[in-house]
């Protein structure tokens, strides 16, 4: 029987001890062999970051319990990935990588900056199926509660289905509400733009330092979006390439006298 | 006259101290009015890491000597580009961001693990034209004398033209060898992917660490690619778009029945 089950390889960016991979643990494990490879600290914001020029700890863990093989990590989501498919289980096919579930959205141009979507493209790079669950809400006891069903069905379509070489979904969650989630819609990237300020302070030896804070503008609306249905209260799934040519322009370019 | 000139913004990965940047900072000083925004630490590998729930530290340096503007920052790459436009050269038009050179290759996946490509990228996002140049040589006293005239070229060209919104150009320099470079090819991102592995030491108190290690392995061949470029001696262009969204499989995903 456990030879059938899928090998399904979980990692995160708000570490291994955050509530969003303890869920997303408890429900793949339900699907499949879990192993749970994750950072030891957060790592929010860490985009594709790799580490060089230093080594990494790697630690097995009994945080999730007797049955589950899990690991702390030193380094980034993407090293996490690195490690669970070339040490933990280098030599064994690994069905699926799921990442998350992220406290707050990824969605829109967030996917450059996300920790969590990143260790999923790491795994597409790899060419294992990959998805990326984030929730769009924040605090650190942030209720999960109606994502299950829906991590459950996307799973087993990846499962069921494959995905093309290269792709990774990037799944977002609204924010538990009152309001029912009306389904799931498959949606583009919207093209939001942080507007950022840095706020100056003095140092106890009068030293400036500086906070960035900003807020996430959108004029990409009505326009199939991931903000547009997670603001109708829709899942929202994105197909995410790592391929980043734009054809359309190396097209253009050639006709550029270079 | 100098209100004529462009104003173009420098960042790398390699740090404020490196060769690659002093030498970029000289060339681009032809052309314009420079104001330099770089790591005061190497941060190769960052991807597009930022710092969140951490301030930055900010200081001016005289490292580029008296006319140019030039910053050291304790933050990430794409930290460097945001504070350079949202707090050093506020309410001023950017006309142009270059990122590096960078001491190494960014061309094929590498593109999503460099520092130095996502401050460019970053730039893009804030609708800034912007290149990101890399050379395929990483020793820190690399010989960048063969890059200076398509440096020149290519940053005339995005000057003239301009760049399509979203739209940032990485630019890869073969190493300097007595073969000529034979000019430049618009190419795309080529579909290499990195076999990893760890080695596993232990330090003086019997604990294991691991230094990961791999090699670039490209299959992706003769198919009009920045490594078949760079492996007949031309510089290489990829024109790389942030928005990840995969459009064909987009469309592919509405029949699944979600």
Redesign the interface.
Known sequence: MSQEKPLILIANDDSIYSKGIRVLTEIMSEMGEVVVVAPDT?Q??????????A????SQTKDFGPNILSYKCSGTP??CV??GK??ILKGRKIDLVVSGINHGSNAS?S???SGTM?AA?EAA???IPAIGFSLCEYGSDADFSHCHDYVI??AQ?VLA?GL?K??TLNVNFPAKSEVPIK??K????A?A??R???EE?KDPYN??????D?DLHNEDVNNGTDLDALAENYVS???????????A??AV??S?D?
Do not use: C, N
């Not at 929010?44 to 020029?53: P, Q, V």
């Not at 498959?186 to 990237?189: G, I, L, M």
């Open positions: 957060h929010s914001g860490m985009g594709h970051a790799i580490t060089l020029g080594p990494l700890r790697v993407a090293d690195k490690f070339h040490h141009i996917v450059l900056y990143s493209i790079m790899e060419g069905k996307i379509k289905h093309p290269g792709l389904g799931i498959v949606a583009k990237q093209d733009v942080y950022e300020y840095f302070r030293q400036p330092y500086y906070w960035m900003g799934i994105v197909p995410i390439k790592y391929d980043m040519t734009d054809y322009e190396l370019m050639q550029w270079l």
